[in-house]
Every structure is written in structure tokens, then in C-alpha cells.
């Protein structure tokens, strides 16, 4: 039995069961904590008695909440009421001493310490926050900057902050007071609308949601600046703009024994294919050019996080907002398809997932 953690724009955060060997999906328990807590992520040292993680709440009055879970996947709040710092936290990550987090709608990235027991966050004078500052010529979208990630570079001590509002992706480093600064940027096709970013050797990969795009760039560390390797739809069939086929996340697993060649996974949202919103896939054979190869039809709604899980990430699960539930599916074809193994329909409005 493999359990996961589902995210919501409920009200709750769910505890799921997925059992390889029957192909069975089920809800094991749900708790309550407040408006939408969308986006989660674990705490960087798990204690021996379960599983601890951090929620955004994307709300006007941004809040992180900590939830613990038990063993038996049950939960319980550990602290609440902690401000972000900005409005709609939608992206949070934790490091050994901070939980930093990005407020989609002020704009703002905000670090907040952490303590290394319960309940691991409180209220300080610490807390640091970073307005960004851009704009973009989508006047429905790109008003001001939109901090839509927070993700650590997986070689060194860099963050980066796509910033949808501002066409961006903004290149933080931590100077000698231990304090993030911003010390430089990616720069995108004006209306792109930078959303969530994916790496591999060396590499970055962008996912531009307002034009369901991708873009590939070197980005070799800071001085040094990023170079345009390559721009391509997210969808074998784009539709004229504006619409509402908005690309949502971008993934690249590690290779691995069981999967050796690299690929990349995209889920598009809002398709009007009664077969649901697509995940598509690319090869990265030639790690410069991404090529799509494959595209899956979920039969989901609105398809926003994907997650990989289980040995050599053999598993992605998947939830439609707006309907569908969730389901996971297995890699196939050494990573180059999908096949459905197990699915939940009474789930509502899953967002995001972690594997535990």
C-alpha cells in the first residue's frame, strides 16, 4: 500500500490509498484546514512518527498552515494563522531553517523560519519578504508580477521565481547574511507568462501558461547569463490565442535503471475533448530541443499538479479540478507513454500531491 497526500481548492487536504497489486484508489482520511490550501510540501527532516507538511492557503489573507500525519495517514494541525506575508500563496518549498514561499497575487516571495520541532512554525521579526517588480502586455493577467513558483536549482544554492505578472524568471542567491537576494533573471517572449520550471544537466525548462508554451535554456550559474535554445507548444494542435488551453506543470523525473531515457511531462488544462485535458510528453534525446512525442488523454478537468512516486518514479497521479478525481497512472514504454492503473472519483478539486 503506497499512500499519498492530495492538496485542494476545497477546504481540505486529503489522505489517499493506492494499492499496486489491485489497482485500487481510495480515500483513507480528510481534515479540514482552511480555504483552498492548494500547493504542499513536506518538511526537509521527517520525524519516525509519520509525515509533516506545509499548505499555502490561496487566499486575499495568505496563510501557511503545518499538518502532521500519523501513520495511519491520519492528520492533525500543527500550528495555523502564520501569514505569508502576501496575497495567494500558491508555491512553498522548506529548507532546514525556512519554509519560503511564493504569493502569486502581491507578487512576493516571502522566507519564514522554521524550527525544528513542533509546531515548526511560529511568529517572527525574521520573516523577510521580496517584492518583485514587472508587468507584462496581457492586461487580464500581467498587471503587476506574479510569483508563481519557488524551486531550488538541483546543483547549487540558486532559487528561482517564475513570475507569470512579469514575464520572468527571477535568479536569487543567499549573500553572506543569509539573507536571498535577487541577483538576476530569464527573460521570456513578452504575454509568455512564465509558470513552473523543470531542470535536466544544466538545462532549464519553462513552462509559459499564458501561450501554453516551453522554452529551453543553458543556465550556467550567475554571472553568467541563459541562452535560448529552443521554443515549443505544449499541444500538437495549439489553439489560436488567446484561449483558454492554459499549460499548468512541467516535470522531468531522473533517469533511472528502469527508466533510462529522459523525457519531460506537461499537463495542459481546460480541453474540450470529452476525453478530458492531455499530458503531454517529450523526448529529451537531444536535451536542447525537446521533441513531443505522446500525448495522453486523462479524462480529467482542469488537470493542474502531477506528481511522479513510487520505485524509480514508476507512478504519475494526477487530479481535475473541475472533474474527474484522481488517478494515477504508470509509465509505459520506458517513460515514452501512460497507462491508467487506479482512479478515485470522489475527490473534490485535488491540486496538488505528495508521495509518502
Not at 125 to 152: C, D, Y
Not at 216 to 225: F, Y
Not at 259 to 277: A, K, M, Q, V, W
Amino acid at each position: 500500500m503506497v499512500r499519498i497526500i492530495a492538496g485542494s481548492y476545497a477546504n481540505e487536504i486529503y489522505t489517499l490509498e493506492f494499492d499496486p497489486s489491485s489497482g485500487s484508489l481510495s480515500l483513507s482520511s480528510s481534515i479540514t484546514v482552511g480555504f483552498h490550501p492548494s500547493w504542499i510540501t513536506p518538511h526537509p527532516a521527517q520525524p519516525s512518527s509519520g509525515t509533516v507538511i506545509f499548505a499555502g492557503l490561496e487566499q486575499a489573507a495568505g496563510e501557511v498552515v503545518v499538518v502532521s500525519f500519523d501513520k495511519d495517514g491520519n492528520g492533525k494541525i500543527e500550528t495555523r494563522g502564520i501569514s505569508s506575508q502576501g496575497e495567494d500563496p500558491c508555491s512553498l518549498v522548506a529548507t532546514k531553517d525556512e519554509i519560503i514561499v511564493g504569493n502569486y497575487s502581491s507578487g512576493s516571495v516571502t522566507f519564514l523560519p522554521l524550527v525544528p520541532e513542533a509546531p515548526f512554525l511560529k511568529p517572527d521579526s525574521s520573516t523577510t519578504t521580496i517584492k518583485l517588480s514587472g508587468s507584462g502586455p496581457n492586461q487580464e493577467r500581467q498587471l503587476g508580477s506574479h510569483a508563481h513558483q519557488v524551486i531550488f536549482h538541483p546543483e547549487r544554492e540558486e532559487l528561482l521565481v517564475p513570475d507569470l505578472g512579469g514575464d520572468k524568471v527571477w535568479r536569487l542567491l543567499k549573500g553572506d547574511d543569509g539573507k536571498w537576494d535577487v541577483h538576476g533573471h530569464v527573460a521570456y517572449a513578452p504575454g509568455g507568462g512564465p509558470r513552473h520550471v523543470a531542470f535536466y544537466e544544466g538545462i532549464l525548462y519553462t513552462l509559459v501558461e499564458l501561450t501554453s508554451g516551453l522554452t529551453a535554456h543553458r543556465l550556467p550559474a550567475l554571472p553568467a547569463a541563459p541562452t535560448l535554445t529552443h521554443t515549443t507548444p505544449t499541444l500538437s494542435n495549439p489553439l489560436p490565442l488567446p484561449n483558454d488551453m492554459l499549460a499548468a506543470e512541467i516535470l522531468v523525473p531522473t533517469p533511472n535503471a528502469a527508466f533510462p531515457s529522459p523525457y519531460l511531462y506537461i499537463s495542459n488544462r481546460n480541453d474540450p475533448s470529452p476525453e478530458g485535458d492531455t499530458i503531454a510528453i517529450f523526448t529529451l534525446a537531444d536535451k536542447e530541443q525537446p521533441v513531443l512525442v505522446q500525448e495522453v488523454r486523462t479524462g480529467l478537468k482542469h488537470v493542474r499538479g502531477i506528481v511522479f512516486g513510487g520505485p524509480d518514479d514508476k507512478w504519475l497521479v494526477a487530479g481535475g479540478v473541475l472533474g474527474g478525481g484522481v488517478k494515477v497512472f504508470e509509465r509505459t514504454e520506458g517513460g515514452k507513454n501512460l497507462k491508467l492503473v487506479a482512479e478515485l472519483k470522489d475527490v473534490e478539486a485535488p491540486t496538488g500531491f505528495l508521495w509518502i
